[in-house]
């Protein structure tokens, strides 16, 4: 441990030189400069309630809106303000037959499709009900006998003659 001995000795010199700056510092006139300065110590606002406190994501909601607002106020003060144009009493009125012109041609065309929308609803109805005429009138298999098939007989016969008189209008 011979290296154990150095290490006392620059211990011991840095404590003698530590010392020795004491000395000079402490041992010297000082001159005293004294600033003196009135400061005025402003304490934190006193804490609300917990009762009228709010939430801390709501809080930060409401910064946010808030510097969207203020920002969107920044904006309209940026945008140029331009002078108002008097239209004349002639151009005016062209834009006003412009707009007619334009709403009058797009009604135009939604009452067309609604009206060909109407046409094709009534012609699905009319071969609907065409369909239901000419339907097929299935025989009852009663036990009555003859006398209910000769009703159904009669009543398909009446039901041809009435479409005869039908295509003959």
């Not at 154990?4 to 530590?18: C, I, L, M, S, W």
């Not at 304490?43 to 406190?53: C, S, T």
């Not at 009493?89 to 929308?117: D, G, P």
């Not at 097929?136 to 298999?141: E, K, N």
Request: charged share 25%; glycine share 8%; with cysteine.
């Amino acid at each position: 441990m011979g290296g154990g001995g150095q290490g006392g000795q620059v211990h011991r010199r840095a404590a003698r030189g530590n010392q020795r700056l004491y000395q000079y510092v402490l041992g010297q006139d000082q001159e005293v400069n004294l600033t003196v300065t009135h400061l005025e110590v402003c304490a934190p606002p006193q804490p609300l309630p917990l009762a009228e406190g709010k939430d801390r994501d709501l809080w930060k909601h409401e910064q946010q809106v808030a510097e969207l607002g203020m920002a969107e106020a920044q904006k309209f003060l940026e945008v140029p303000v331009q002078q108002s144009r008097v239209l004349k009493r002639e151009e005016l009125e062209n834009f006003i037959n412009e707009a007619i012109h334009i709403q009058t041609e797009s009604l135009k065309e939604v009452l067309q499709c609604e009206i060909q929308a109407i046409y094709d609803i009534l012609d699905l109805k009319l071969q609907k009900k065409t369909l239901n005429l000419n339907a097929p009138i299935p025989f009852p298999l009663s036990i009555a006998g003859q006398s209910g098939q000769d009703e159904a007989l009669k009543f398909n016969k009446a039901r041809k003659e009435k479409k005869a008189k039908g295509k003959k209008m």
